[in-house]
């Protein structure tokens, strides 16, 4: 299926009408395995959930369910089938042997909706504990791997390995999600600007102790694990092949995590640093970093004179609510209290023409120029104003015109690098040409796990590929007006 059919498969949950009713059929086909249900036996379904008021009336009638059930295949939840049944009339045999069963994509989007509906708006807590059990997971597949080895490969100790490798995996999973969900919960709060005095003291409680333990736990069994799996990564190849294949399952099957090399390398990928690319670990300890950072500035608005900043939520939605309640003379009172001249209380001289008199409505009298004090804080006491952005075409047009060059200096450097593919090790290139390869090769030796390795790295934009592979004692020497860049045990190669 199509990338874009796949996104039709959630089709149902935001449709314009009968939303409740797609949701309470796709429920019923996910509620069991190998649901085939006919129209019939989902009318009946839906007829209990019609007279509970989960569903609205009338949408258990034969006819209305027949198209429900059309628009669900039209998207690809459902799959239609036939089988012969026994009927007592044309409609019942028309209604009974068209039968539905539920598509596997779609059982997964209806369970992370089922999910995500049962999850609390609260922070969810980190599996710390699943850190020692991956720790020693790893350092048991490892004794588990040379047993197989050592004993010729026997059915019983390939199941014992495919048994600790689907438990690693598992256990890093249910780990890398409550971390990421923890901390999204973390930057939801931590950057609202509106925190309460209590609510900030909450906060300073989860981020002293609660995520302390957490990044403490992290980084106390990292190198354990980083350690451990270094030394499987030398004996992956011969990791994989005693997994196994797919058992006749064909080719185009969904295999369990930890059968590939790509699995492996995510793996590695959330605990240890590689060139370019920061591990998880890194994120989570300067993630932690700029919560503790953007807690500290609440605290400090909150406790400075001021009050918090940079607006004020909960006045502004209770004097909405006011003007949403109130009459229209009501509204223009608050209007005047809340955003006018502060007439009744004017303590300056008189202007020297008072251009407005008792007749000139405030909306059209003179507009007096408010401070970012007043505006965002409620705070008259002078503190400077925020400078005007101010429009210059001339710089405008200078940045434009060097992007310009940038571009087509790097379409040149690309173009002649492209030139000289076929003959790289004799052709003097420009030191532009040279940056430029040098900075697909920095990203071409980041994919690589060890320098046995092969990696490639392409311009993003005009398709010049460079590939890197491991070839011992060769030398690739690389001459521009620059300097010459020399590879040793190594292999370079330039394509299109």
């Not at 350690?227 to 005693?242: I, M």
């Not at 790509?262 to 640093?273: I, K, S, Y």
């Not at 076929?422 to 900075?439: F, H």
Request: hydrophobic share 40%.
């Amino acid at each position: 299926m199509e990338p874009a059919g796949r996104l039709k498969l959630y089709a149902y949950l935001d449709a314009r009408d009968y939303q409740r009713t797609y949701l309470a059929i796709m429920r019923l086909f996910t509620s069991t395995l190998l649901a085939d249900l006919s129209a019939g036996e989902v009318a009946g379904a839906l007829a209990g959930a019609e007279r509970l008021g989960a569903v609205d009336a009338g949408e258990s009638r034969i006819e209305n369910v027949i198209n429900r059930l059309k628009q669900l295949v039209e998207w690809g939840n459902l799959v239609q089938g036939r089988r012969e049944v026994v009927a007592a009339s044309i409609a019942e045999f028309q209604h009974g042997s068209v039968r539905y069963q539920v598509s596997k994509l779609a059982v997964r989007v209806q369970r992370d909706v089922d999910q995500l509906l049962r999850v609390p708006e609260g922070a969810r807590e980190v599996s710390r504990e699943l850190l020692p059990a991956i720790e020693r997971g790893l350092g048991e597949l490892g004794g588990a791997l040379s047993e197989a080895l050592v004993t010729g490969e026997s059915r019983r100790s390939r199941e014992v390995l495919a048994e600790r490798v689907t438990t690693v995996f598992l256990q890093h999973a249910e780990l890398a999600a409550t971390v990421r969900d923890f901390y999204a919960y973390l930057g939801q709060v931590v950057t609202r600007h509106h925190l309460a005095p209590e609510e900030i003291s909450g906060f300073r409680n989860l981020l002293v102790e609660y995520i302390q333990m957490v990044v403490e736990d992290v980084l106390r069994h990292t190198p354990a694990i980083a350690d451990a799996l270094a030394g499987l990564a030398k004996a992956r190849g011969e990791l994989l092949r005693l997994l196994g294949g797919t058992d006749g399952l064909g080719g185009d099957v969904e295999r369990a995590r930890g059968r590939s090399a790509a699995d492996w390398q995510e793996l590695a990928g959330w605990f240890v640093d590689r060139p370019g690319y920061p591990s998880q670990v890194t994120a989570l300890r300067e993630a932690t970093a700029r919560a503790i950072g953007s807690l500290l500035a609440s605290v400090k608005r909150a406790t400075s004179g001021g009050g918090l900043l940079p607006g004020r939520r909960a006045e502004l939605l209770k004097l909405a609510s006011w003007f949403d309640s109130g009459t229209r003379e009501q509204g223009h009172e608050l209007y005047a209290a809340a955003f006018g001249l502060y007439s009744a209380r004017h303590v300056l001289p008189a202007p020297e023409h008072d251009s407005d008199n008792e007749r000139t409505p405030w909306r059209d009298g003179p507009v007096r120029d408010v401070t970012v004090s007043v505006r965002s804080r409620g705070d008259r006491g002078a503190r400077g104003r925020t400078s005007r952005i101010m429009d210059d075409p001339i710089t405008e047009q200078s940045l434009l015109a060097q992007a310009r060059e940038a571009d087509e200096q790097r379409a040149a450097s690309v173009a002649e690098l492209a030139a000289a593919a076929p003959r790289l090790g004799s052709t003097t290139l420009s030191g532009d040409a040279l940056g430029v390869l040098c900075e697909l090769l920095t990203l071409a030796m980041a994919q690589r796990e060890s320098a046995a390795d092969s990696g490639s790295a392409a311009d993003p934009v005009r398709g010049l590929r460079v590939t890197v592979d491991h070839a011992l004692g060769e030398t690739t020497k690389i001459t521009s007006k620059a300097g010459t860049l020399t590879l040793h045990d190594a292999r370079l190669a330039l394509s299109e």
